[in-house]
Nanobody, 116 residues
Framework: QVRPVESGGGLVQAGGSLRLSCVAS????????MGWFRQAPGQEREIVAG????????YYADSVKGRFTISRDNPKNTLYLQMNNLKPEDTAVYYC?????????WGQGTQVTVSS
């Protein structure tokens, strides 16, 4: 299967914002619960946010609640993550994947670096 392509990362100062995008392949995107994950250096990959396929109900890790917003555009096969009030501890490579994640579906990710 073709892996997703993430974009939108970059270097930002603490308190700034970024919007990540993930373009997924396949005809089943609209029927797939998706998520954003991140991995910081020396740490395990963790889920940041998820969104269901049927009702687009969101889920957020406690560390990002109130700052991040996940959304999806099914006709465009695209997943988004709006990140506001970024903190240095948000620095990581961000990935999208199905939720729960498919080991064969990890993309290259997009680097987010937040300076203090």
């Amino acid at each position: 299967q073709v892996r997703p392509v993430e974009s939108g990362g970059g270097l930002v100062q603490a308190g700034g914002s970024l919007r990540l995008s993930c373009v997924a392949s396949g005809r089943t995107f609209s029927a797939t619960t998706m998520g954003w994950f991140r991995q910081a250096p020396g740490q395990e990959r963790e889920i940041v946010a998820g969104i269901t396929w049927m009702t687009s109900s969101p889920y957020y890790a406690d560390s990002v609640k109130g700052r991040f917003t996940i959304s999806r555009d099914n006709p465009k096969n695209t997943l988004y993550l709006q990140m506001n009030n970024l903190k240095p501890e948000d620095t990581a490579v961000y990935y999208c994947n199905k939720n729960p994640p498919d080991a064969n579906y990890w993309g290259q990710g997009t680097q987010v670096t937040v300076s203090s």
